[in-house]
């Protein structure tokens, strides 16, 4: 008997057909995932430009006022087409409220020029038109009424009276002593601290704190550890710094027991340190911004001078309250 043989059928032309079939979809879904990538980055780049233009808006409204409002939307547009890659996304002011001493503005960035950012792999299957693509931020700024400083000194609302706050730039600031003597007799502007200033009760060095409100602490030339957690050397430390700081308007008790009534915040450019002895003074640069130390054998304390200052941060809060000269500018939302 003879075995009959079949032949396997050729399933060459069969496998090409399905490999075609997966094909198609797989390079569709390859393809939108390709632009879909390139839409994200786009829209990385717009919101970066978009924030950084806000807050540079904003900046400059703290520091100008209501003069700000003409030169809003060159400014907007510089920034947000310096932080995309092709150095080409445009920027609108869509809304900008500027008051003398807070307000708030919005930006809208498009790229590339509001023209929209073409699609090279779905367009290889299917002619697509390009989608804008856009990117919104905004920004306050204004007066902060509360929050944490980053050391936990305050000095006496009379001393910024006598010394109103100058321009950080400038290049021969007026500077003034605020001085503890080793007699209980303070300088004239003490407001119940001898010296005009004293510290404040916190913790790592700083204080959580609100305007028109009591917080206890202590005077003299160097902090309590213990009371605040500040090092005893954090004068020296900070030398030269401008300090955002909280200014007292009264005071009350003495010596470890003294409490302080906060009035404003105010930025404090501290210049100068003397915590013991003739000796022991040290000057920002290294040599002395003033002539002399007052009293030199017994004085002590720090050397400064309010400066007008803008920052950058979330650590206050803004709202109604008489103005230090300093200015909190923060991205909202």
């Known amino acids: 008997m003879r075995r009959l043989r079949v032949r396997p059928r050729d399933e060459r032309g069969a496998t090409a057909i399905t490999f075609a079939l997966i094909m198609v979809p797989l390079l569709v879904t390859l393809a939108f995932v390709g632009d879909s990538g390139l839409l994200y980055w786009e829209k990385v780049e717009l919101q970066n430009g978009a924030d950084a233009a806000a807050l540079a808006v904003a900046q400059d409204c703290a520091k100008r006022g209501t003069t700000c409002t003409a030169g809003a939307g060159g400014l907007a547009t510089g920034i947000a087409g310096s932080n995309a890659n092709d150095g080409q996304s445009a920027a609108a002011i869509a809304s900008l409220t500027a008051n003398a001493s807070s307000g708030n503005v919005t930006v ?102 609100s305007i028109n409100a009591t917080v206890g602490g202590e005077v003299g030339v160097q902090p309590n550890p213990n009371k605040n957690g500040c090092s005893s050397s954090i004068l020296a430390q900070r030398l030269c710094e401008t300090l955002l700081i909280p200014l007292y308007s009264s005071t009350t008790g003495s010596g470890a027991n003294a409490t302080f009534r906060i009035s404003r915040f105010a930025a404090f450019k501290l210049t100068g340190v003397k915590t013991g002895g003739a000796g022991s003074a040290q000057y920002c640069g290294g040599s002395p911004l003033l002539p002399n130390v007052p009293n030199q054998g017994n004085s002590k304390g720090i050397q400064g001078y309010f400066v007008k200052y803008v920052d950058l941060g979330e650590d206050f809060v803004l709202g109604q309250g008489p103005s230090g000269g300093l200015s909190i500018v923060r991205l909202m939302g």
Request: proline share 9%; glycine share 10%.
């Open 108 to 209: 809208e960035a498009s790229s590339p020029n509001g023209n929209g950012v073409p699609h090279p792999f779905a367009s290889l299957f299917q002619q697509q038109a390009d989608t804008t693509v856009r990117a919104r931020a905004s920004a306050e700024w204004g007066t902060p009424v509360s929050g944490t400083t980053e050391i936990a000194l305050t000095i006496a609302e009379c001393e910024f009276n006598d010394l109103p706050p100058q321009d950080a730039n400038a290049t021969n600031p007026t500077r003034a002593w605020l001085l503890i003597n080793n007699g209980s007799t303070g300088e004239p502007c003490a407001n119940g601290a001898p010296g005009g200033f004293g510290w404040l009760d916190g913790t790592n060095c700083s204080a959580t704190i």
